[in-house]
């Protein structure tokens, strides 16, 4: 029998009392410290961010994002307070239009966090190891109804965008079944019609996705708010579960492995961000971190990122 690899993602908010210590709130930074954590709770990424240049001058330093994240980790580590205030990293943040006093879209704020510190990386080898720390490679496969035209493209992706809704529009339950939608076959016909160069018209087509390259840490994003029916955007709070250790076989071809993850809160704090429609502020997770395990290594609680 095959050796099956195991994986272990980390959605962690940080430790209480080992490691990195927390943050203040200094102006809405909630949804900032909680991907901050998320972050430096990733030892894979603080050893790139230890690894980093120091900028040379003043002002470069203020304006560098990898060196405030450098800084705010040494003080998170070294504090003997309960909580530390990550005020030179917004400061530096503010000159990439990421202002206090916003509440931002946790999904949006992570990739242009990871960009920013992505394209300061001033080591190419250090950039690139980021790259495939948290890259998905998806490979899509499209086939021309009318005369079986095939094409294919490779893309990367820092997160995967799950939907709550099936294709008829009915409520998703699990995470398994968000990602068995999201991978499944879909018909691009319509609107959605495409050129085919063999048939010279538009045609129909089946477009399949496939994951080719998993990373060893793995986002996933809940897609929790919509506009469809509205003019003004709405929070989709109906539950949707998702497992401590996640069969990623379930949803992608079978050469693919395991998922689980990790962190600080216990199992039973985790299934309280499920979704529930008699919450007042909807808590729901929205953004899952998923960090690689050994194979040694058997269970551990785990937590996700909630964001109101």
Not at 284 to 307: C, D, F, R
Request: net charge positive.
């Amino acid at each position: 029998m095959k050796k099956t690899e195991h994986l272990r993602y980390l959605c962690s908010a940080g430790e209480s009392h080992k490691g990195p210590v927390g943050l203040y709130n200094i102006g809405q930074t909630c949804c900032l410290n909680c991907l901050l954590q998320v972050f430096i709770m990733n030892l894979n990424f603080t050893k790139i961010l230890k690894s980093i240049t120091m900028p040379r001058e003043l002002e470069e330093r203020k304006r560098s994002v990898p060196y405030q994240l450098l800084l705010l980790l040494e003080k998170m580590q070294d504090s003997r307070l309960r909580a530390v205030r990550p005020v030179e990293l917004v400061c530096c943040l503010q000159n990439y239009n990421v202002p206090l006093f916003v509440e931002h879209d946790a999904a949006q704020l992570f990739l242009t966090l990871w960009n920013l510190i992505q394209s300061q990386i001033t080591d190419s080898e250090l950039s690139e190891r980021l790259k495939t720390l948290y890259t998905v490679t998806i490979q899509e496969s499209l086939v021309c109804l009318d005369c079986d035209k095939k094409s294919h493209r490779d893309s990367s992706m820092l997160t995967l965008s799950l939907p709550l809704f099936d294709t008829d529009s009915q409520p998703l339950k699990t995470l398994e079944d968000s990602l068995h939608c999201f991978f499944q076959p879909r018909m691009l016909s319509g609107k959605n019609k495409c050129f085919c160069k063999k048939c010279g018209k538009m045609t129909s087509w089946q477009q399949t996705l496939k994951v080719t390259s998993s990373p060893p840490t793995l986002t996933l994003h809940l897609m929790r708010f919509s506009s469809e029916n509205s003019s003004k955007t709405q929070k989709v709070i109906h539950p949707l579960s998702f497992p401590q250790s996640l069969d990623f076989s379930k949803a992608l071809p079978a050469e693919q492995d395991w998922w689980d993850s990790e962190g600080q809160a216990t199992w039973e704090d985790i299934k309280r961000t499920y979704g529930n429609y008699y919450l007042y502020w909807g808590e729901t997770a929205y953004l899952l971190v998923y960090k690689k395990i050994e194979s040694q290594l058997v269970n551990s609680p785990a937590t996700s990122m909630m964001v109101r």
